[in-house]
């Protein structure tokens, strides 16, 4: 079936730094990919929508230079969290859709742990 | 605009007793439903889904859902469960196959 790989799955990192959290298809092409955060105890709040080959479409409220996206292949999407500040803390989740399966078949990332220090 | 409501935040259910969880949505269009799981610390699995035919959809892990036009709902149940359905579960809407809407989730806890 389709699997969905999100690496890492925790990472710690210093405020002001750079994160990068990648989501792969493994064996699916997609065209589009979905990012989500997650806070605690709360639900998934989409941020963007990561088209392949042309820039993601964010949701309002999400600041587009805070958070990096970018679709360079139909397997690879990227979400780098630019000079990451505590409030960034969370838990990313990925998804994709399969290019020329049912329109709605989306399949979900294992989710990165993001902790800012 | 699309939005979910999933009336319990938590159900506790003792072991090998039947489950509902409820999920109404807010639509002025026709809709497609999911109910999804997580595990902590983990992301989201199908559990099922209604894109359109028979209103009773079957899942995974013995979960079924109806899809009920009129009351706006598509609850989950399970007619008996096991420790391991211990998770959060997720109903989520989209109207056009890209954006997910999802509900604030229920906790189900399973006692022994």
């Known amino acids: 079936g389709a699997v969905v790989s999100q690496h890492p799955s925790r990472v710690i990192c210093k405020s002001g730094t750079s994160v990068k959290i990648e989501c792969r298809s493994l064996?699916?092409?997609?065209?589009?990919m979905f990012w989500y955060r997650q806070f605690p105890k709360k639900s998934l709040m989409l941020m963007a929508t990561?088209?392949?080959?042309?820039?993601?479409?964010?949701e309002q409220g999400v600041e587009k230079d805070k958070f990096l996206i970018n679709h360079a292949s139909l397997t690879l999407s990227t979400l780098t969290v630019t000079s990451a500040h505590p409030e960034d803390s969370s838990f990313y989740i990925c998804?994709?859709?399969?290019?020329?399966?049912?329109?709605?078949?989306?399949?979900f990332g294992s989710g990165t742990r993001l902790t800012v220090v | 605009a699309q939005s979910v409501t999933q009336l319990d935040s938590q159900v506790p259910v003792f072991e090998e007793a039947p489950v509902e969880l409820r999920c109404n949505y807010s639509?002025?269009?026709?809709?497609?439903l999911f109910w999804y799981v997580q595990y902590p610390n983990q992301g989201l699995q199908l559990l099922l889904k209604?894109?359109?035919?028979?209103?009773l959809v079957k899942g995974i892990n013995g979960f079924e859902a109806e899809f009920n036009k009129s009351q706006t709902s598509f609850h989950l149940r399970k007619p008996s469960v096991h420790i391991s359905d211990t998770a959060e579960y997720f109903c989520?809407?989209?109207?056009?196959?890209?954006?997910?809407?999802f509900g604030a989730g229920t906790i189900l806890r399973v006692k022994s």
């Open positions: 990561s088209n392949e080959g042309s820039k993601a479409t964010y």
């Open positions: 998804s994709a859709r399969p290019l020329g399966t049912a329109k709605y078949g989306y399949t």
């Open positions: 639509s002025s269009v026709s809709v497609y």
């Open positions: 989520a809407v989209t109207e056009d196959g890209n954006k997910l809407v």
């Open positions: 064996d699916f092409q997609a065209t589009t």
């Open positions: 209604y894109l359109s035919g028979s209103t």
